[in-house]
Antibody, heavy 123, light 107 residues
Framework: EVQLVESGGGLVQPGGSLRLSCAAS????????MSWVRQAPGKGLEWVAN????????YYVDSVKGRFTISRDNAKNSLYLQMNSLRAEDTAVYYC????????????????WGQGTMVTVSS | EIVLTQSPGTLSLSPGERATLSCRAS???????LAWYQQKPGQAPRLLIY???SRATGIPDRFSGSGSGTDFSLTISRLEPEDFAVYYC????????FGGGTKVEIK
């Protein structure tokens, strides 16, 4: 079964750090672009970051540039999001998502999603 | 960055009725990179349509997508009880953005 399972969410104070993990199974992880997408409580979806199959390209939404770092370990079939200098507006459910991919290209849509992990930034 | 505007915000319909959801882009974009998702409360989004009109694996044929340029739409030909949910469009051409969503609720 194709599956993504996130972990690492929790309550953190403003200015703090958190590292999210996403464990992939049931598919060849190293051949897909991967992403993080978040959803604030009661709000819509917001793309956060993308990473290419080999980790050589990474892209971020402007609001997290310089604070968040996406990474992956293909040997462990895992995706990560290191979040530093957290703000109240980063409070959200964070989803790990697989990007439709072909020959190294990201085709623009997310076909597999994890169940999400909640991050709450509050004092 | 392309801004996607979805309308209406809420659509109140009865099972068996036809639903038409709109997604308008702030500038012309390639239809290859327009997708639609369904999200039910407490669940992750599910990919319905990619490339503006291609159904994802396992998606019933009552769901269809169309459009080009700046105007795209998702049509549900006959609403089933499980179709009442929030629907999002998403683009990948100029950065990556989602629309604000359309809630399809039971009338």
């Amino acid at each position: 079964e194709v599956q993504l399972v996130e972990s690492g969410g929790g309550l953190v104070q403003p200015g703090g750090s958190l590292r999210l993990s996403c464990a992939a199974s049931g598919f060849t992880f190293s051949t897909y672009w991967m992403s993080w997408v978040r959803q604030a409580p009661g709000k819509g979806l917001e793309w956060v970051a993308n990473i290419k199959q080999d980790g050589s390209e990474k892209y971020y939404v402007d609001s997290v540039k310089g604070r968040f770092t996406i990474s992956r370990d293909n040997a462990k079939n895992s995706l990560y999001l290191q979040m530093n200098s957290l703000r109240a507006e980063d409070t959200a459910v964070y989803y790990c998502a697989r990007g439709r991919s072909r020959s190294g290209w990201f085709l623009g849509a997310f076909d597999i999603w994890g169940q999400g992990t909640m991050v709450t930034v509050s004092s | 960055e392309i801004v996607l505007t979805q309308s209406p915000g809420t659509l109140s319909l009865s099972p068996g009725e036809r639903a038409t959801l709109s997604c308008r882009a702030s500038q012309s974009m390639s239809s290859s990179f327009l997708a639609w998702y369904q999200q039910k409360p407490g669940q992750a989004p599910r990919l319905l349509i990619y490339g503006a009109s291609s159904r994802a694996t396992g998606i019933p044929d009552r769901f269809s997508g169309s459009g080009s340029g700046t105007d795209f739409s998702l049509t549900i030909s006959r609403l089933e009880p499980e179709d009442f949910a929030v629907y999002y469009c998403q683009q990948y051409g100029s950065s990556l953005t989602f629309g604000g969503g359309t809630k399809v609720e039971i009338k």
